[in-house]
């Protein structure tokens, strides 16, 4: 699962208001848990999903992974390929393979196999 | 696949019936593979996204991929759900593009508001239809279903969905819901004369009314409508029960079909329906 699913992705379980953002938990006892993968870089789509996105969300999630972006940006950086490429990096090519996702209000666990989170009510 | 004539929804939830068997052999299936594909593309078609811009897209029963890969072949990227782990576990084989997530569509779409610019789904929403266990009720399933699919989708943003529908009640059933949700839209109808080519596309708009697009069909100069539309508008309730005496026959009949289209459970109508009962009723 991307960056990108993860920044949209919500809790949804019965009476939970704002279980956002879902907390990542990786499986240190996996010997491949996150996977860096090539993808097409499409600058149109990156600036797009960037005024969607909750970046504070993204700057912190990104950070987790070793990854440091800007702390905030204006209008001139979206014409930056330098730091379009830093997003594009951090939302499409970082792959959270074994894990579990925790929402912050509840406390249910999601797990994560094999790149796809369980999202089943009642796990 | 199924039997000739058993729909596999009678036979129990989809998560049962697409096992590992059967994910491989729908997998390799090359009719089902075409069929699965023209209708993705007749899905995106019907969701009219502006030209030549990347949207970020639902598919819902994404399956083992067959429509998404569509979807990134026209340079959409796409989130997809499904409830089945084997059908999921082809689609990680085929090494698909969009990013999958293992859920029951029927609990509800787990992101946050406005998040996708449209949806489409094949062949999966009529898998709501039936109850599997005693405590599922299909329209409040249906309802849950409509609701955040809404809420998810940017306003003015559509969904299609490709359906195998049962029953013209059924239809009714899943239109209903739809509309309290908030949905406006109808249906728009493929091949309608032909038994193997008719394909029900279910048109949803999460924002101010639009056209509906004409069904596709081989005789160009049909006059029969192919297409329904239903709105959020309501109908004033002394309107639709104007001239009718109260506890006749027609009055019995238009109550019940008021209980259909709630999704509530109606005796079929008969010669006795509203017959005049001895006195000691």
Redesign the interface.
């Known amino acids: 699962?991307?960056l990108?699913?993860h920044n949209?992705?919500?809790?949804?379980e019965e009476n939970c208001t704002g279980g956002?953002p879902l907390q990542i938990k990786l499986d240190d006892t996996s010997s491949e848990n996150v996977k860096i993968l090539e993808q097409d870089f499409?600058k149109?789509?990156v600036k797009?999903?960037l005024s969607?996105v909750d970046y504070d969300v993204l700057y912190n999630t990104a950070k987790q992974f070793g990854i440091s972006l800007l702390f905030s940006y204006t209008s001139q950086h979206l014409e930056d390929e330098g730091f379009l490429n830093s997003i594009h990096h951090a939302l499409f090519k970082i792959h959270i393979m074994e894990g579990s996702l925790i929402c912050p209000q509840c406390h249910v666990s999601f797990p994560i196999k094999?790149?796809?989170?369980?999202?089943?009510?009642g796990n | 696949m199924a039997s000739r004539g058993r729909r596999p929804e009678h036979g129990g939830p989809p998560e049962l019936f697409y096992d590992e068997n059967e994910a491989r052999k729908y997998v390799r299936n090359s009719r089902m593979i075409d069929i699965q594909t023209r209708m993705a593309g007749r899905a995106l078609e019907l969701l009219y996204l502006p030209e030549n811009k990347p949207c970020y897209l639902l598919d819902i029963g994404c399956g083992t991929g067959l429509s998404g890969s569509y979807l990134s072949d026209e340079g959409h990227y796409w989130v997809g759900l499904d409830i089945s782990p084997a059908m999921l576990d082809e689609a990680v084989d085929r090494e698909i593009e969009g990013d999958l997530l293992l859920g029951d569509m029927g609990q509800g779409i787990p992101f946050k508001p406005g998040t996708f610019d449209g949806c489409i789904s094949i062949s999966a929403v009529q898998w709501l239809c039936n109850a599997n266990k005693k405590s599922e009720n299909p329209a409040k399933r249906l309802y849950c279903f409509f609701a955040s699919l809404f809420s998810v989708l940017v306003r003015g943003s559509r969904a299609v969905l490709q359906l195998y529908p049962e029953s013209s009640e059924q239809l009714e059933l899943i239109t209903t819901q739809a509309t309290k949700a908030g949905f406006s839209g109808g249906m728009v109808v493929d091949y309608p004369n032909s038994a193997k080519a008719k394909k029900f596309y279910l048109c949803l708009f999460s924002g101010p009314s639009t056209f509906i697009p004409e069904g596709l069909s081989e005789n160009q100069d049909e006059d029969e409508p192919r297409e329904s539309v239903f709105t959020n508008k309501r109908v004033p309730f002394r309107m639709s029960r104007r001239g009718m005496v109260r506890k006749s026959r027609a009055w019995v009949l238009e109550k019940k079909e008021q209980y259909r289209r709630q999704g509530r459970e109606v005796r079929p109508d008969t010669q006795y329906t509203g017959r005049k009962r001895k006195p000691r009723f």
């Open positions: 699962m991307r990108l699913t949209f992705l919500k809790c949804n956002y499409n149109e789509f797009n999903v969607k094999d790149g796809i989170p369980n999202m089943l009510k």
